[in-house]
């Protein structure tokens, strides 16, 4: 069976898009053989709650709250509860694993980095970055947005996504040659069911979220929780993104790919 763990969920402390404070998913995703969750509020260029006009200290103490919410509650009930955050940039969300809460309070800057300038950080200090969902389109979207030079890994199965979006996603990650993940993006515990939430099983259960950022960048084996095939169908020729495909140019020091694997019009062939 292994050791189901949510990758990607929300609070309503942090993320305006949740009515659902941290404490309240504890019982509910313990109900449903999780075996921990990680908690990825949307960061302050995203849909979050927290004032932008308030010190960078108190904005980064509020962030954490649902967090922190979810932790006391999972002390309670010896139930792990991690930390990660989703930062967005043109409608491209990333989720960030393996840095804390000092580390926000140490870097007042992020708010303003490039997608490059928070891959280099990131790594510089032991983290990694998953793309979410990198082929949803919504109304906020007005193109889709790839650096695959500037992500560890790709959420390959977005439970709230349309199918086509996570096979999308999937041949992405599968022609990169990276790790896929699968999350539920669940932002309410009223509409929790069982067909509907994600995550990735694993042989060994995390210790600290560095255990799965070990994951991700040395590239361990772990399988996917997919609740119901139909959310990501089988890869058709018909298939195509929902909006413009913007590839972002290679800078010399990449080091890990070439834009030669990208054909001009942003399809990979």
Same mark, same amino acid.
């Not at 991690?82 to 000092?102: C, S, V």
């Not at 977005?158 to 022609?175: C, D, I, K, Q, S």
């Not at 069911?193 to 799965?212: A, N, Q, S």
């Given at each position: 069976?292994?050791? *189901?763990?949510?990758?990607? $969920?929300?609070?309503? &402390? ?15 995703? $313990? ?9 990825? @509020?949307?960061?302050f260029r ?7 006009? *308030?010190?960078w200290?108190?904005?980064?103490? &509020? ?7 979810? /932790? ?14 989703e930062?967005?940039?043109?409608? @491209?969300?990333? *989720?960030i694993?393996?840095?804390?809460k ?7 800057? $992020? ?19 998953? &793309? ?13 947005? /790839? ?15 349309e199918?086509?979006?996570?096979t999308?996603? $999937?041949?992405?990650?599968?022609? *990169?040659?990276i790790?896929?993940?699968c999350?539920?993006d ?24 560095? @255990?799965?950022?070990?994951i ?7 399988? /996917? ?16 993104? @929902? ?15 070439s ?7 942003? &399809?990979w062939?």
């Amino acid at each position: 069976m292994g050791y *189901l763990y949510e990758t990607h $969920m929300h609070t309503c &402390q942090a993320s305006a898009c949740s009515d659902t404070p941290g404490h309240e998913y504890i019982l509910r995703y $313990m109900d449903e053989g999780y075996a921990g969750i990680i908690i990825t @509020d949307h960061f302050f260029r995203g849909n979050c709650r927290v004032p932008k006009d *308030l010190p960078w200290t108190e904005r980064i103490h &509020q962030f954490c709250s649902g967090y922190e919410d979810a /932790l006391n509650e999972g002390l309670r009930h010896n139930f792990p509860v991690f930390f990660g955050w989703e930062e967005n940039f043109e409608g @491209d969300e990333y *989720l960030i694993y393996g840095l804390d809460k000092q580390w926000l309070l140490e870097h007042p800057e $992020m708010e303003h980095w490039t997608r490059e300038e928070q891959f280099s950080a990131v790594h510089k200090d032991s983290g990694c970055i998953i &793309q979410a969902h990198p082929f949803r389109a919504r109304n906020y979207i007005r193109k889709i947005h /790839l650096l695959p030079y500037a992500v560890d890994g790709i959420e390959g199965v977005n439970t709230a996504n349309e199918p086509v979006w996570n096979t999308l996603a $999937m041949r992405y990650g599968y022609f *990169l040659n990276i790790p896929i993940t699968c999350g539920s993006d669940n932002h309410h515990v009223q509409t929790m069911c069982t067909e509907r939430l994600g995550g990735i099983v694993l042989d060994k259960p995390l210790r600290t979220i560095h @255990d799965y950022v070990r994951i991700i960048l040395e590239k361990k084996p772990f399988s /996917l929780h997919i609740p119901d095939p139909a959310l990501c169908p089988e890869w058709d020729p018909s298939m195509h993104a @929902d909006r413009e495909v913007v590839v972002h140019p290679y800078p010399h020091d990449a080091g890990i790919y070439s834009s030669e694997h990208f054909l001009s019009d942003g &399809q990979w062939s």
